[in-house]
């Protein structure tokens, strides 16, 4: 029992060292969407910042609704997402402040080379996803709450087609991230609405290519909010803010566009200032 | 085939790269999951032990509801700490959602079950076999649950192991409670999941090949001591 006893106190001390060591440098804590950490966007923007800064990111990525959630809770200092109308609604409620646009990407239509619905080369999004649910081809669907998921149901509407309800199977909500939904659909030759930085560094793309792209609807906006410290008095607002400042600045936005995967840039900065 | 051959050399070359990214993910799983488990058995070995001992109304009805809980989906675990540690919830003010110190509990929750359950019954077999001489010897509860523990301690081991098992291989609760934050909470199965994600399936199965000879060794680390302990104790 004493060995045990022992072995349970080194163990505790050494997560404690472990913890503290990483708790000395300031940190905030940030919820962003998958597409932002799975590209590798992260991976190359926050270094610079905490650089310049010293303040380190934690960033914690899941969906958009999630991440809404995860800063409606407190359990972040900054949300940044891509979800126009759902991050106006969470400023609107008082969970949110200080909304600013940073940058754009767009969404595509990726599916298999051999395209059974006939949409490759299409310009107009809403067309090509009426001629999915004509020929009933496989659509993979991320149905996770996610800022794409939500573009894409907007399409759907658009398009007048309620795929849910439309019968046949040959629509597949997978409830997953925009990686998985990718996977899904290299296995089963099925199209899927993705976000291009997902799709440009995703490398099991196997019979997957883009069918369609360029429609303005695909438009995709990346916003950043800091957490309403009114509501969540404990949220580190200064370091939130300088974050958030920061992705604004100059150095910020040109660390944005000089993200590149194959000479293709991922992301394009268009920030102008607070917009709420 | 050729998917599997490139993961072990995936996985090889990861071994001999020793990237320090690498080493700090191994290190935070391992020490995550081996606090969880010892903090697990301090509080499961001895439940289980007062359940194979003690007679008490309503015993039945614990000792189901402890095996039912072996099967605790590990996002429900999580779920549930997640919902207990965050910010709006009743342990909000600890700020501990997203550190290693909640998924220490996460898996706490989710091990302690499984330790006590098979404790349980290890120890019912044993106690059955030993009850008449307690008794006449007049030992107290409390003594024979501590002697029992002490008596069937080799093989109680396998009761660690189980849980050691299944907290270095879940994924859902410490995903939840942890986020998967790159050099704070990253673990080896949440990177699977993370590169599993990405499509990089060679680098995910490679890691996963990293995990399981850990899981391995772990094994039979403990076989070797337990054996040689019970030579010991034979003498």
New interface residues.
């Given amino acids: 029992m004493t060995k045990l006893l022992r072995s349970l106190a080194a163990a505790f001390l050494l997560l404690l060292a472990a913890s503290v060591a990483v708790a000395q440098e300031p940190f905030i804590t940030v919820a962003s969407t998958t597409s932002t950490e799975e590209s590798g966007l992260f991976g190359y923007l926050l270094p610079a910042f905490t650089k310049e800064t010293g303040i380190q990111v934690r960033v914690v990525a899941v969906g958009t609704g999630q991440a809404l959630k995860i800063g409606e809770r407190g359990d972040c200092d900054v949300v940044f997402v891509h979800d126009t109308p759902s991050e106006l609604a969470f400023v609107e409620h008082g969970f949110g402040i200080d909304r600013r646009e940073v940058m754009y990407n767009n969404f595509i239509l990726v599916g298999p080379k051999s395209d059974p619905a006939h949409v490759e080369g299409g310009k107009d999004i809403v067309i090509a996803f009426r001629k999915i649910a004509d020929t009933k081809a496989p659509f993979v669907a991320r149905g996770d709450d996610s800022g794409t998921s939500k573009a894409e149901m907007r399409l759907w509407k658009e398009a007048g087609i309620d795929p849910k309800t439309a019968g046949g199977g040959w629509y597949r909500d997978t409830g997953s991230g925009m990686g998985p939904t990718l996977n899904t659909a290299a296995a089963m030759d099925g199209y899927t609405l993705s976000d291009r930085g997902t799709w440009l560094s995703f490398k099991n793309k196997q019979n997957l290519t883009i069918v369609v792209e360029g429609d303005r609807r695909l438009f995709n906006q990346y916003g950043v909010m800091l957490v309403n410290p009114v509501k969540h008095p404990h949220v580190k607002q200064d370091l939130g803010r300088k974050f958030s400042d920061w992705l604004i600045s100059a150095n910020g936005q040109k660390t944005i566009a000089d993200y590149k995967i194959n000479g293709a840039q991922l992301f394009f900065p268009n920030a102008k200032g607070s917009s709420s | 085939m050729h998917d599997l051959l490139d993961a072990l050399a995936a996985a090889w070359q990861l071994i001999l790269s020793g990237d320090s990214t690498l080493v700090a993910i191994v290190s935070?799983s391992l020490?995550?999951s081996?606090?969880a488990v010892?903090?697990a058995?301090?509080l499961g070995l001895p439940l289980g032990a007062a359940l194979a001992v003690v007679r008490f109304p309503g015993q039945n009805v614990l000792v189901v509801v402890v095996n039912a809980l072996m099967g605790l989906p590990p996002v429900v675990a999580g779920l549930f700490v997640y919902l207990l540690l965050?910010?709006?919830?009743p342990l909000?003010?600890l700020?501990l959602?997203?550190?290693?110190?909640a998924m220490?509990i996460a898996q706490v929750v989710l091990v302690t079950p499984i330790i006590a359950a098979i404790a349980r019954q290890m120890l019912e077999d044993l106690w059955r076999e030993y009850r008449e001489l307690y008794i006449l010897d007049g030992v107290g509860r409390v003594r024979t649950v501590g002697s029992l523990l002490?008596l069937g301690r080799f093989s109680l081991l396998t009761a660690a192991l189980a849980g050691l098992g299944r907290a270095a291989a879940e994924v859902g609760a410490i995903l939840i409670v942890g986020?998967?934050?790159?050099?704070?909470t990253r673990t080896m199965t949440t990177a699977i999941a993370?590169e599993?994600?990405?499509?990089?399936?060679t680098l995910a199965l490679g890691l996963g090949i990293i995990l399981l000879s850990l899981i391995l060794a772990i094994n039979a680390t403990a076989q070797f001591v337990r054996n040689t302990a019970r030579r010991v104790a034979e003498i």
């Fill in positions: 935070l020490s995550i081996l606090t010892v903090l058995s301090v965050s910010r709006s919830g909000g003010s700020g959602l997203f550190t290693p110190t220490v002490w986020g998967n934050i790159a050099g704070v993370l599993t994600s990405r499509g990089d399936l």
